[in-house]
C-alpha cells in the first residue's frame, strides 16, 4: 500500500502543477469579464470618468437575448477611502448604481437597452454592446484628483440572465446563465475627498 501512496503522490503534484501553470497562462477571456478606467475628464469643475466592461462572453449573449431572455447588467461605481493597506478600504464615500436590460425586439429585429425609463434600439451588435457595457461620462463628485488622495474609485459589474423561481432556479441554474458574470470590485485611480 505504501508504494502505490508514494508513486502516485508525485503523479497528483504533477497535475496540480500543471492545473496551476494553465490558469496563470490562460487568456483573460477564458478567465472573465473585466474592467477598465478611462482617463479623468476635468471640464470646468466637474470631473468625469470613463470605464467599459471587456472580455464578456459576447457571442452566448446574443443567442440567449436572441431565445427571448433579457439580460440586465448592473455597474456600481464607489469611491471609497483608502486604508493602511492598498487594497483595504475603511469607508465608502459615494456610490452610485447604473441598471441596464437587454432585449430582442422580433418585430423590429432589433435589441432594445432600457435604463432608466428610457429604451434605444440598435440593430448593430457591436454598438449595442459598446452601450450596454460602457460609462462614459460618470460624473465624480470631489475636487481635483491626484496621487496624494486617499480616495479611489473602485467599480463591479453583473450580467445576471433571468431569475426563475424556486426549485426551477437550481436545476437551470447551469444551463440558462452560463454566461451571467460578477467581475467583482476593480480598483480605479484616485480621486479627491468627495462633496
Known amino acids: 500500500m505504501t508504494a502505490t501512496t508514494r508513486t502516485s503522490l508525485p503523479f497528483h503534484r504533477s497535475w496540480a502543477c500543471i492545473a496551476l501553470a494553465a490558469a496563470l497562462l490562460c487568456p483573460a477571456a477564458l478567465r472573465g469579464a473585466d474592467i477598465s478606467f478611462g482617463q479623468i475628464i476635468t471640464e470646468g469643475d466637474r470631473r468625469f470618468l470613463e470605464l467599459s466592461v471587456h472580455s464578456y462572453q459576447g457571442p452566448d449573449i446574443l443567442e440567449a437575448v ?4 433579457e439580460a440586465k447588467v448592473t455597474i456600481t461605481v464607489q469611491i471609497v477611502r ?4 492598498d487594497f483595504v478600504f475603511s469607508s465608502v464615500a459615494s456610490s452610485a448604481t447604473i441598471k441596464r436590460s437587454l432585449r430582442y425586439d422580433y418585430w423590429n429585429r432589433a435589441y432594445v437597452i432600457a435604463e432608466s425609463g428610457k429604451k434605444t434600439q440598435f440593430h448593430g451588435e457591436s454598438a449595442m454592446f459598446q452601450h450596454l457595457f460602457r460609462v462614459a461620462r460618470y ?5 481635483e484628483p491626484g496621487a496624494g488622495n486617499a480616495y479611489r474609485v473602485r467599480a463591479r459589474a453583473e450580467l445576471k440572465s433571468v431569475e426563475l423561481y424556486f426549485p426551477m432556479n437550481y436545476i437551470f441554474r447551469y444551463i440558462v446563465g452560463y454566461w451571467d458574470f460578477d467581475t467583482g470590485w476593480v480598483n480605479g485611480p484616485r480621486v479627491a475627498a468627495p462633496r
Open 139 to 143: 460624473d465624480l463628485p470631489g475636487g
Open 82 to 85: 483608502e486604508g493602511a493597506l
Open 66 to 69: 436572441k431565445r427571448g431572455i
